[in-house]
């Protein structure tokens, strides 16, 4: 576990871009951002999350849904009630999904299931399944330099509910919301990719990473931990 966090403490080092302040009026307006999960053991698919995204800048209301793939769901630890999983996969994906669209943009991001919000606004948490998926959004988020701000809705009031349900004629229709296939090239990947500490490739290229690092940092000493001397 603590290989795992420091790989991708430095990921995020890597990918994330300087942090900046816009203090001009060009920035474009707030998209928001609803996800949803639900769990139906009588269901097949059993789970199920879908996504509405609205751009005020493209005046648009998008929305994609998608089963989690069972051997994801395989992963995953077992217990009774997974559904706050089934919601924080919801997250990633719609990051994945719509990647393009929300380069550079303010985003507020609502979601109706406690443990899954506290897990995706600490960006951590005590199950390493919960940490996963979090880590996975704000990677994302990082490298797509997508400023985030993740509240709470009440369920009520998520228009994704619908699409989570695989109810698509009825608030979707009104809306003039328009279909985006899901995008799961890294989310559906086996499950033995979603191990943490492969997370970001070989041990090969954790290898140059790190040779780069002190080469950057130390120069003349292309392994510090066995320099001697004051000098060094």
């Known amino acids: 576990m603590l290989r795992a966090a ?3 403490l430095i990921e995020v080092l890597l990918l994330a871009p300087p942090r900046e302040m816009r203090l001009d009026e060009a920035v474009e307006k ?3 951002l ?28 998008r929305y994609t849904y998608t089963p989690v793939p069972e051997h994801v769901v395989n992963s995953w630890v077992p217990m009774k009630q997974q559904i706050h999983l089934t919601e924080l996969f919801a997250g990633p994906l719609s990051l994945d999904t719509w990647q393009q669209r929300l380069q550079n943009r303010h985003v507020i991001h609502f ?13 951590y948490s005590s199950k390493d399944d ?14 797509g330099k997508v400023y985030i ?3 709470r809705v009440e ?9 989570s349900r695989l109810c698509f004629d ?7 919301a328009v279909y985006d296939p899901p995008v799961l090239n890294y989310l559906d990947s086996p499950a033995p990719q979603r191990d943490p500490t492969t997370w970001f490739g070989s041990s090969d290229r954790w290898r140059k990473i790190i040779a780069d690092l002190h080469a950057g940092i130390f120069p003349t000493t292309p392994d510090p931990a066995r320099s001697k001397g004051s000098g060094s």
Request: charged share 20%; aromatic share 8%; with cysteine.
């Open 155 to 163: 369920s009520k009031c998520n228009i994704s509910d619908e699409p």
């Open 170 to 176: 009825k608030l979707m229709p009104e809306l003039g």
């Open 111 to 123: 979601v109706d299931n406690s443990a899954a919000l506290a897990a995706l606004v600490k960006g």
């Open 34 to 61: 609803y996800t949803d999960g639900s769990s139906d053991p009588s269901r097949t698919p059993k789970h199920v999350v879908g996504a509405v995204l609205f751009d005020p800048f493209a005046q648009e209301v």
């Open 130 to 143: 919960c940490i996963k998926l979090s880590s996975d959004y704000w990677l994302r988020a990082a490298s």
């Open 6 to 8: 420091l790989a991708w």
């Open 149 to 151: 701000y993740v509240d």
């Open 30 to 32: 707030t998209c928001l």
